[in-house]
C-alpha cells in the first residue's frame, strides 16, 4: 500500500505499508484525497515534534470499505469527510460538546500502520496520506456523494479550522469588523467564514499582492499587503484579528490593532517554544487574546452544516483547490506549498 512516510528526517512516498483490519468502533477508509496542510510541512521541519516512523497526512476524504463492531452511523460504499478529533464520547469534555478539549484526543498517537513487521504511528490520529487507513467511528463524516472528494477533503481542517475559528470560537457577529493576517488554506476560509457571518468590514492582509483576487473572492473587502494599513481603514481598530501565519511579531500586530472588546485570535502554528510579548495595557478595555484548537469544532455537526451551505453555493471549496497531485509527485507538492505557489494542493489516490 502507497502511503507518505516520515522516518524522523524526510518524508517519502513508500509502497509498502500495512494497515490492520477496524477494530471495535472503527472504520477503514480508502483515501481518495488529501489536502496538503503547513501542520504536515511543520511535522518535517520539526516546528511540530511527533514521533517517527509515521504516515502523515490529516486532511482527507474517501470511501468507507469496512466497518468495525458497533460502528453504524457508516457503513461500506459511504464517502466520508476525516476529522482528526479521536475523541472519546463520553468524558466531560466530550459531554459538553466540546470534543477539541476531550483529553482522549490530544497527544496519543496510535499505531495501525506497520512496514516490514514495524509499527508505524499515525499522525494526528488520521494519517490521510496513505491509500487506507484505520480511523475511530467518530472521526467519519458521512458526506453527500455529489460533493466531489478532492473538495471535501478541505473541510476535514482548513474549513473547520478557519470558518470554525469565526463561527464557534470567536462568535463573529452581524456588522463585524475582521482583520485576516495571512491568506493562505487557513486564512481563505476564516474570510470566507467572516462572510458567511454577515461581518461589515473584512480586511485581508497578505504580503503577496497576487493573492488580492482570491482573499475577495472568498470574502475580504479590503486587501493590503501590510497591517500598517488597516488603522486608516478601521481608524478605531478591529473587532476581530485573525493570525494565520505562526508568527510571533504578527501576533503582536493582532493585539495592537483591536478595538475596544477586540479579541485576537491565533491560528497560526510557531515554534512549539515561541514566545510572544505585547503590552499589558494593551488589553484593558475588554480586549483578549484567544487560543483556538481546530476551531473549536464539533465535526459531526459541522462537517454535516458545512457540505450544506457548499451545496448552496455559500461555502466555497472547490476554490480552495489549487491544484491536484498523485501521490506519487509529494515531493512536487511540498516544494509548491512551501513556496507559496499553491492555497492548497490536494494528493489524489
Known amino acids: 500500500m502507497r502511503g507518505v512516510l516520515f522516518d524522523g528526517k524526510r518524508a517519502e512516498v513508500v509502497d509498502d505499508l500495512e494497515v490492520r483490519e477496524p477494530g471495535p468502533g472503527e472504520v477503514l477508509v480508502a483515501v481518495s484525497a488529501a489536502g496538503l496542510c503547513h ?102 463524516v458521512r458526506i453527500p456523494k455529489d460533493i466531489p472528494l478532492p473538495s471535501a477533503a478541505l473541510i476535514g481542517c482548513g474549513v473547520l479550522t478557519g470558518v470554525g475559528a469565526v463561527l464557534n470560537r470567536a462568535r463573529v457577529d452581524r456588522g463585524d469588523s475582521v482583520v485576516v493576517i495571512g491568506t493562505g488554506g487557513i486564512g481563505l476560509n476564516v474570510l470566507q467564514g467572516a462572510r458567511i457571518a454577515g461581518a461589515l468590514r473584512i480586511v485581508a492582509v497578505d504580503v503577496n499582492p497576487a493573492k488580492e483576487a482570491v482573499a475577495r473572492r472568498f470574502g475580504a473587502t479590503d486587501f493590503l499587503t501590510s497591517a500598517e494599513g488597516v488603522r486608516e481603514l478601521l481608524p478605531t481598530g478591529a473587532d476581530h484579528v485573525f493570525e494565520c501565519v505562526g508568527r510571533v511579531e504578527l501576533i503582536r500586530q493582532a493585539v495592537d490593532l483591536l478595538d475596544r472588546h477586540g479579541q485576537a485570535v491565533l491560528l497560526g502554528v510557531p515554534p512549539a517554544t515561541a514566545e510572544a510579548s505585547f503590552r499589558v495595557s494593551s488589553l484593558f478595555l475588554d480586549k483578549s487574546i484567544l487560543g483556538c484548537r481546530y476551531g473549536a469544532s464539533r465535526p459531526q455537526r459541522d462537517v454535516a452544516l458545512y457540505a450544506e451551505l457548499y451545496r448552496t453555493g455559500r461555502l466555497l471549496l472547490d476554490e480552495l483547490v489549487t491544484r491536484t497531485y498523485p501521490v506519487e509527485d509529494f515531493a512536487q507538492a511540498t516544494a509548491d506549498a512551501e513556496a507559496g505557489r499553491v492555497a492548497r494542493g490536494v494528493l489524489t489516490f
Do not use: W
Open 39 to 140: 501542520s504536515d510541512l511543520s511535522v518535517i521541519d520539526g516546528t511540530i515534534p511527533f514521533p517517527a516512523p509515521a504516515v502523515l497526512g490529516h486532511e482527507g476524504a474517501g470511501v468507507v470499505e469496512e466497518v468495525g463492531a458497533g460502528v453504524t452511523h457508516v457503513a461500506a460504499g459511504d464517502h466520508v469527510a476525516l476529522s482528526t478529533l479521536a475523541n472519546c464520547g463520553t468524558c466531560a469534555e466530550c459531554d459538553r460538546g466540546r470534543p477539541t478539549m476531550c483529553r482522549q484526543a490530544i497527544g496519543r498517537p496510535g499505531r495501525p500502520f506497520s512496514r516490514g513487521g514495524r509499527p508505524v504511528y499515525q499522525f494526528a490520529s488520521n494519517s490521510a496520506f496513505a491509500e487506507r487507513t484505520v480511523v475511530k467511528a467518530v472521526q467519519a
